[in-house]
């Protein structure tokens, strides 16, 4: 039976090893959990982000020597969630839904009668701040490099820079990014098909330079091949796999394929990202840019440049104007900033300058 990938380890020599009884222990009570979930019509995206994050939660327990959910109490989840903040650099918001997914599954193995407690229910919440809310974005120049970051000769660099432009210059999610087939580009009228959230459709305009990079990359997309890929298991995360596969289109039918010559998953497409940011100099390092920044920096460079708020709530896909207005929100920041650099300010005059 396949696994998640996280719940093999590597030997010395780079092999993989089983998982082994006290992991399989500990991850079967995941798959009856995700199960469960799939009974009451949950998204499959969810299920699978549920076994992400529960299969990394189940690799700590392993490395703790904890083979039963009975013995995790509270201390040891703090833990993890710390582990993970300063393993990944997380932002709070990510830290709130792996808490989320922890609740859901203690609160499910509380109902199974197979722990008393749920240990992550007195943990609280990570506070959401303005500073932590999303105004999160790239600079123009930042994005330039972002751009150049995939010029190169490696395998997938012009798949990658046509996924990176498509959301620097639609706006699209990373989830619809991933769903694109290739009849969704309308050469003739320059348009792009999206499918949103709740299956909602857009047309999105599309320029020249888009048009050019999606052109190049199909060029050289190589052919979907499912026999080189191991036949599928009947765990809960496959199954959640193919119902998105079978949602978004055919495997022949993907806009972009991954190595394992398949439709790229989101985190593959979050993979890209992370490794392209790593050759930009950001004016700010503490900044962490993931796909969605993108699409912020997509909304925030229009915005500053005088696109109207109600135009970029369409070409985003907002079903309400109020998820837009934190766009203006940052022009308004930008101002107030601008206004605290005035050069006749006393923190900004040269020392030993004379006045005229």
């Known amino acids: 039976m396949n696994y998640p990938e996280r719940l093999y380890r590597l030997d010395i020599e780079g092999n993989r090893i089983e998982p082994d009884a006290e992991i399989l222990g500990l991850w079967k009570w995941v798959e ?11 998204s499959p995206l969810t299920i699978i982000e549920y076994g992400y994050d529960l299969a990394g939660l189940v690799m700590y327990l392993r490395q703790k020597n904890i083979s039963d959910f009975q013995n995790v109490d509270a201390l040891i989840l703090r833990d993890f969630l710390d582990y993970l903040r300063l393993s990944q650099d997380l932002a709070p918001k990510t830290m709130n839904r792996h808490l989320s997914t922890f609740r859901s599954f203690f609160r499910f193995l509380w109902e199974q009668r197979v722990v008393t407690q749920n240990p992550a229910a007195g943990i609280r919440y990570a506070r959401l701040t303005k500073t932590t809310g999303g105004h999160t974005y790239l600079m123009q120049s930042e994005a330039k490099q972002l751009l150049q970051s995939t010029e190169d000769n490696t395998r997938f660099a012009q798949r990658d820079l046509a996924m990176i432009a498509l959301m620097l210059f639609c706006g699209l999610r990373v989830s619809e990014v991933a769903g694109l087939n290739r009849n969704d580009i309308r050469w003739t009228e320059q348009l792009l098909i999206v499918r949103g959230k709740g299956n909602k459709i857009r047309e999105l305009p599309m320029n020249e330079y888009v048009l050019k990079l999606l052109n190049d990359y199909l060029k050289v997309r190589p052919q979907p091949n499912y026999k080189r890929k191991r036949q599928p298991s009947e765990n809960p995360m496959e199954h959640a796999r193919k119902q998105l596969d079978e949602k978004s289109g055919s495997q022949d039918d993907a806009l972009f394929i991954s190595s394992h010559l398949r439709r790229i998953s989101t985190r593959g497409i979050r993979d890209v990202v992370d ?50 207005q934190i766009y203006a929100a940052v022009d308004q920041q930008r101002k107030q900033q601008a206004m605290h650099r005035h050069p006749l300010l006393p923190e900004h005059q040269q020392e030993g300058r004379k006045e005229p």
């Open 32 to 42: 009856r959990f995700q199960n469960e979930y799939a009974r009451q019509n949950h």
């Open 275 to 324: 490794k392209a940011m790593e050759k930009v100099v950001l004016d700010d390092p503490t900044k962490r840019i993931t796909p969605h920044k993108l699409r912020h920096t997509f909304a925030t460079l229009l915005y500053l440049n005088g696109a109207d708020i109600n135009v970029l709530k369409d070409l985003l896909g907002h079903a309400d104007l109020s998820s837009t």
